[in-house]
């Protein structure tokens, strides 16, 4: 298993690439189970993730060209082949619970396994079942998989969230565009990556609307077509460079940013006393600290246009050096603390006390070996460990392949001191 060793200290200077979003490609890369034509995405990330899924479409029948390192995929969903996504690629990838609806869209029926739970909480899929349900589908769970049916297609739904769930807002919203009528989701998620899905699909003849509110409409269409689409950025890589600019001080402009979807993000870092220069036009924020201890800021994580969970680990490695208290409130998922512990053996001062943590903060970091469960988890100790004194060596870097394009690269480029070992 490979390791990040990090040599502290250094302040960060230059510019970095954002890449296309891990959580967007994901869901357009599954909506080219939606049409029998060719669907083209650029910007999409190479990463472990993006790879995975690949791999199930591919076992669906799903003719996937995307050479290693290429930042185009071309997907051909002509015929599927199978309509069954089996517990070992679910489990590990829970994005992959999302083929059920266009599979049952598109063919009639489906079995997909159950993800199961994951490292960050419980994760259950109620609210998809239930949008897909409502939709007129027979579900029956057994075995830990989902047998669904709908063999004379799926038909429009009023469907009211009791929680906006991203993945759920998503699953629907791609499994009624082939529906008979209309489809109303009420308290959806606002999350942009959902708009950008929506942008695809009406490019594939879809007729969604709403998409970014908390009412989306969709009529269904009795086909879609092909389609070339550009993956927005990713809104929580910008954010986490950003944060470790801000931690290890210095001067870097990050490029391609999704600044509008950036703002609880850039607000928190503003009032920690960051600079922060954002240009919406141009796709670019310049963060810069030179000297100044940063300010304790408390967040708490909420759905968008809220404080993304997603950057709720990193925004935590940032608070343990900042002057003065701050309270993280986890409000999304309830075990996203585990980096709290790991952060502490740098010389953080944290204290978990159910959904919250509460952080003193030290003014410096010292570098020691760490391990994470999780993605944001992480990269949240690659902040720490930006900023600490020394080496830290971050190990089980697997879960960074997940969700972070050439890391060490990127980082690199700016000049930390940052290696990865094999082991
Ligand atoms: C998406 O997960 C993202 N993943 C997550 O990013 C992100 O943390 C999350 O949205 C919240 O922003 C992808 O897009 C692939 P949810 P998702 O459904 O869709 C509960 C990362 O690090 N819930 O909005 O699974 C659920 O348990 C990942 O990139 C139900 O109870 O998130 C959670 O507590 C991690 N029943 C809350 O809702 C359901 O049927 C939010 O989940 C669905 C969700």
Request: glycine share 10%; net charge negative; with cysteine.
């Amino acid at each position: 298993m490979d390791k990040l060793s990090i040599q502290g200290g250094q302040p960060l200077s230059g510019r970095i690439p954002i890449s296309g979003a891990k959580n967007s490609a994901l869901k357009l890369m599954v909506a080219a189970l939606l049409t029998d034509q060719p669907v083209t995405l650029s910007n999409i990330p190479d990463l472990s993730d993006t790879r995975f899924l690949a791999q199930l479409l591919a076992t669906l029948g799903v003719e996937v060209y995307w050479p290693k390192g290429a930042s185009v995929c071309h997907l051909n969903a002509a015929t599927l082949t199978s309509t069954i996504a089996p517990y070992e690629q679910v489990r590990k990838m829970r994005a992959s619970f999302n083929v059920l609806g266009p599979l049952l869209a598109r063919e009639g029926h489906a079995n997909v396994s159950l993800p199961g739970g994951c490292a960050i909480g419980a994760r259950p899929v109620d609210l998809h079942l239930q949008a897909i349900e409502a939709m007129g589908a027979d579900l029956v769970v057994e075995a830990g998989y989902v047998k669904a049916a709908a063999i004379r297609g799926l038909k429009g739904a009023h469907v009211n969230f009791p929680f906006p769930s991203v993945g759920a807002t998503e699953h629907a919203m791609l499994a009624a565009t082939l529906a008979d009528g209309e489809t109303i989701l009420e308290n959806a998620a606002r999350e942009p990556e959902i708009a950008d899905l929506a942008v695809c699909l009406n490019a594939m003849g879809a007729k969604v609307s709403g998409a970014g509110t908390d009412t989306i409409r969709v009529t269904g269409v009795p086909a879609l077509s092909g389609v070339d689409h550009k993956v927005m950025p990713d809104r929580i890589e910008a954010g986490t460079y950003a944060m470790a600019a801000a931690a290890a001080g210095g001067d870097v402009t990050l490029d391609d940013a999704p600044v509008a979807a950036l703002g609880a993000c850039l607000s928190a870092l503003r009032e920690a006393g960051v600079q922060v220069d954002a240009d919406r036009a141009a796709g670019t924020v310049r963060i810069l600290r030179n000297g100044r201890r940063l300010e304790a800021v408390s967040i708490a994580t909420q759905p968008h246009p809220g404080f993304p969970t997603d950057l709720q680990a990193q925004f935590m490695a940032l608070m343990t050096l900042a002057d003065g208290t701050s309270i993280i409130r986890e409000n999304i998922f309830e075990n996203r603390f585990m980096h709290a512990p790991e952060l502490t053996r740098l010389g953080a001062d944290i204290a978990v006390r159910g959904p919250e943590a509460v952080i003193k903060g030290v003014e410096t970091l010292h570098g020691a070996p760490v391990m994470a469960t999780d993605l944001r988890a992480s990269v949240s100790l690659v902040i720490a460990a930006l900023a600490a004194q020394g080496e830290t060596v971050v190990n089980r870097i697997y879960h960074l392949d997940r969700g972070f394009e050439r890391l060490e690269d990127k980082l690199a480029g700016c000049g930390a001191r940052v290696t990865r070992q094999a082991d």
